[in-house]
Structures are given as structure tokens and as C-alpha cells.
């Protein structure tokens, strides 16, 4: 695996390549944010331009809040903005695990608190007994996608589609048909909701936004020549099978 020089002088590892991933690195957190932000407002300005509406996924999970903090100082138009989770821990809108909350507190404030929200929780006792009240609302709401930002676990997981999925034909296909997916697995203390790359592969501007050099290996070791797609980590379907290459924005 070829290697190259960190970006500062606070990187004591060299930056692992990753062949086939267009990538933006930054030296560090605050920079990252700042610029996939930035990024990010052009891509929803183009959208309301062209459509009179942009709609943003937003992955959940510990990454996201200094982003999604910087993205909600971006000056555009935020009545014409919906925004929801790429995936959802089901627990109550109240809860710290639940995604919907941190968008809440870190994107939907100030200028940005204009935004509409399109909350993947229902107050009932399962995401199964949920799935065609969200199925329908995110038909309806969000689908077209103009702008995904995921997230990536440790585990190669990418929203809530982790790799003991058993439904991989229809949370991992390009070509599946459901736009959302009940998950059950064994990697998290809850069930959750999750958006399926089909849904997700609707966006234009495809991004993943990962941290430190742990989470760059996994990517890479998940990429790399020979793995079985068949049994691939789940980011390895988002990375290739995207009809927009995804952009990586990473920082050590
Ligand atoms: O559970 C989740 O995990 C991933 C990764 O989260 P992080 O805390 O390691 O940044 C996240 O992308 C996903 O949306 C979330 O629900």
C-alpha cells in the first residue's frame, strides 16, 4: 500500500493512499469543517437555483457536529432547505444517540433553524412498525437527494447499513428498490431506520467524511484490489457503486 508524507507536522503516521477515491485532506478537525461546509452551501445553492429546493442527508453519529455547526453559518436561503438524517438510532427525538437531536442542536440554529426537518423517528414501539409511515414521508419530502454527506464507523458501517446486513440486496444495491430499511443488528444497542444506497445514490454530490487515520485504513483495506463485493464492507458499495464518485474529506 503506497504511503506518502503527512500533512502536518501533528501527523506522526504517513497518510495512507487510496486509489480510486478522490480525496480532500486537511490538517486538522477545524479545517475539514470548514471546508466541506463550504462545499456543501455551493452544492445547496446550486440545487435551489436550478429546483427551488435542495435536500440534504446528513450522517449522525460523534463526526459530524463541528461540520454541521460551520454549515449552519453558511449564508443561503434555509426556508428552501430540507434536511435529514441518513440514518436513525430509534430512540426518542430527545435522547443524546439520537441523530434527529443532533441535527437539531448543531445544524438547525440561527440562519439555519429556517430549515425543514424530515425526521426518520416515529414515537412508536419499532422501526418496522414505522417503515411505511417514513417510506411514504421520505418519497414525498426528500427523494430526489441533491447532497449526501455519510459518515463511516470503524467497522466500515456507512449509515445504519452495517456488514451484518442480511437485506444487502436491498440496503446495498444501487437498484433497490425501498428507499429506507428497519435494521436490526448486532453492532448497536438499538434497532435502527436507515436509508438504502438506492436512496441515498439520488444525490449528485456524494461525500464521506471521516476522521483520523484508523477510519482511513479501514477505507483503504475495504477498497483494496481483490476484496469479494459480494462480502465487502459496506462503504465499499457506497465508494463503487455511486454513479457519482463520492468525494472522501478526511483529516488525521
Ligand atoms: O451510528 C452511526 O455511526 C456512523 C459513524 O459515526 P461516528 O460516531 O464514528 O462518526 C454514522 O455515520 C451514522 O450516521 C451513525 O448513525
Redesign the pocket.
Known sequence: MRTRMPLSKATAMPVIDIPHVRARDFADAVGLADGLATTVATDLRRAIAERGVATLAL?????PRRFLQALSRQPLDWAKVRVLP??E?WVPNTDPRS?ERLLREHLLQGVAAAAQLVPLYRPVETPEAALQSVMVDVAHRALPLDVAV????EDG????LFPDLVRRDVGLSPAGRAPVLAIRTAA?PEPRITLTLSAIFTAPALYLHIEGAAKRRVLADALADGVNPGTALPVHAFVTGAPTAPALYWCP
Open positions: 450522517a449522525g453519529g460523534n463526526t441518513v440514518d438510532r441523530n455519510l459518515g463511516m464507523g458501517h456507512i449509515a445504519s448497536a
